[in-house]
DNA sequence: GCAGTATTTTATTATATAGAAATTCAGCAA
DNA sequence: TTGCTGAATTTCTATATAATAAAATACTGC
C-alpha cells in the first residue's frame, strides 16, 4: 500500500509531470528540459533524480550531459486514464450545469 | 496539468489508498470504514471527503449513516497498472541481485 | 586550471496529516 | 417541544513533509 502511493506521489507534482510530457517525444538533456519547462536547472535535476529513483525515468551520461529517456512505459497509460476520468468528470459537470440553466431560463425543458 | 496532478495527489496516500480498496467490495458506511482502516473517525471522515470533491467515490445518507460507495470506475485500472509496474521494478530488481549473487558466488555463470 | 553541465546542500516557505475538541445532524423518547 | 444518543463532519493545533530558490560542490572535456 505505502508502494502503491509513493508510486502516486511521484506523479502528484505538476513540474514533474510536465517533465515526463516533455520526455513523451524522445531523450532529451537537463538543459533542454530547463529550458522547455521554465524551472531552474537545480529544481529540474532534483526533480529528474526522484523519477529516477522511482523508475519511471532512465538516465545516460554522455560528456558533460545527461540524457533522460522514459523507461516505464505504464506511464502513457496511466497519464491517458487520468486524462479520460477528469473529462469525464468535466461533461458531467457541464451537463448538469446545462440542465440547470435550461431549467432556469426555459423552464419548459426536462 | 496542474488538474492531473492534482488527480495523483488524492491517490498518493495510504489511508486513502485503504479506504479505497475497502470500498472494492461494495458500498460501506463510514463507521464500518474507520473499523475496517483502524483509523479515527475523524481522519477517516475527513480523506473521505477528499475522495468525494475528486469524484472518486460517492456518498448516500440515510438516517444517521453516511454510505460511501466507489464511482470512478478507471480507479479499479489505475490501480492495476501500479500494482503491475512495480511488481515488474520488484523482478527486475531481483533479477540484477539475483545475476550479481551469481557473479560473485559461482563466477563461472555469465 | 578553466568553462559548461549537472547535482547536492541549505534555508525558507508552504502544504498536508494526525489527533483532539467542538459542532452538526438525524432519530428517538420523555 | 425538549433533551439525549449515536454517527459524521468540521475546526484547531502541532508536526512533518516537500517545494522553491540560492549557494556551494562535483564532474567532464578542453
Redesign the pocket.
Known amino acids: 500500500m505505502e508502494r502503491v502511493a509513493e508510486r502516486f ?1 511521484v506523479l ?5 509531470l510536465k517533465l515526463i510530457y516533455a520526455l513523451m517525444d524522445g531523450e532529451k ?4 528540459l ?1 529550458e522547455e519547462t521554465g ?12 523519477l ?1 529513483d522511482a523508475g519511471v525515468v532512465g ?1 545516460r ?7 533522460y529517456r522514459i523507461v516505464d512505459e505504464s506511464i502513457y497509460e496511466l497519464c491517458d486514464l487520468v486524462c479520460g476520468s477528469i473529462r469525464d468528470r468535466l461533461e458531467e459537470e457541464l451537463r448538469a450545469f446545462s440542465s440547470s440553466q435550461g431549467r432556469a431560463t426555459a423552464k419548459g425543458q426536462q
Open positions: 506521489k502528484s507534482e505538476p513540474m514533474r538533456t537537463v538543459s533542454e530547463v524551472g531552474l536547472q537545480a529544481n529540474v535535476s532534483k526533480h529528474l533524480g526522484m529516477l538516465r551520461k554522455q560528456g558533460l550531459n545527461a540524457y
